[in-house]
T-cell receptor
Framework: KQEVTQIPAALSVPEGENLVLNCSFTDSAIYNLQWFRQDPGKGLTSLLLIQSSQREQTSGRLNASLDKSSGRSTLYIAASQPGDSATYLCAVKQGGSEKLVFGKGTKLTVNP | EADIYQTPRYLVIGTGKKITLECSQTMGHDKMYWYQQDPGMELHLIHYSYGVNSTEKGDLSSESTVSRIRTEHFPLTLESARPSHTSQYLC??????????FGQGTRLTVV
């Protein structure tokens, strides 16, 4: 059974700092890995999608990497801003069933 | 921008009532999902569908049921709501190597 773990569970940083969020998964038979952002009480906003054959994806200040063989992904946020404060979720899409399996998320607070 | 919609956004209803949460997508995705999320907690898959007339139970047991009569529509029904059903329900769609898109969610409160 696929398990997704995100570390740390919570992170508080001063504005302007670069930071890394970690995601690990136990079963490497995945279609892709997706990073989401969730604001309190809201739905999920897709940030980046990495296919199983890719190593990284970039969008603006965000960069996500994938090491499928070791079951790890990182989300790098450059020059953090208070508006980046949210919970960041990592999800893998399983091969075969195509179920999305989520981690518990990292709650990020960026202090002005 | 994601073309997946959930209604209602918020619902407060009395115990014992029957409710249906609506989810529609216009992207033509075969795969659709329902997740349940309690406040501050992780998402749990409760139902998913591979396509029309296909429904499967997810990893978390749920008293809700779903149907998939049309590709674009994946409603979730609770026959008799209870306070323990109070939660946020999130619908998503996606296919193969594509992104998964989520609706804005329905926050259900059963009193």
């Amino acid at each position: 059974k696929q398990e997704v773990t995100q570390i740390p569970a919570a992170l508080s940083v001063p504005e302007g700092e670069n930071l890394v969020l970690n995601c690990s998964f136990t079963d490497s038979a995945i279609y892709n890995l997706q990073w989401f952002r969730q604001d309190p009480g809201k739905g999920l906003t897709s940030l980046l999608l990495i296919q199983s054959s890719q190593r990284e994806q970039t969008s603006g200040r965000l960069n996500a990497s994938l090491d499928k063989s070791s079951g790890r992904s990182t989300l790098y946020i450059a020059a953090s801003q208070p508006g980046d404060s949210a919970t960041y979720l990592c999800a893998v899409k399983q091969g075969g069933s195509e179920k999305l399996v989520f981690g518990k998320g990292t709650k990020l607070t960026v202090n002005p | 921008e994601a073309d997946i919609y959930q209604t209602p956004r918020y619902l407060v209803i009395g115990t014992g009532k029957k409710i249906t949460l609506e989810c529609s997508q216009t992207m033509g995705h075969d795969k659709m999902y329902w997740y349940q999320q309690d406040p501050g907690m992780e998402l749990h898959l409760i139902h998913y569908s591979y396509g029309v007339n296909s429904t499967e139970k997810g990893d978390l047991s749920s008293e809700s049921t779903v149907s998939r009569i049309r590709t674009e529509h994946f409603p979730l029904t609770l026959e008799s709501a209870r306070p323990s059903h109070t939660s946020q329900y999130l619908c998503a769609s996606g296919q193969g190597w594509t992104e998964a898109f989520f609706g804005q969610g329905t926050r259900l409160t059963v009193v």
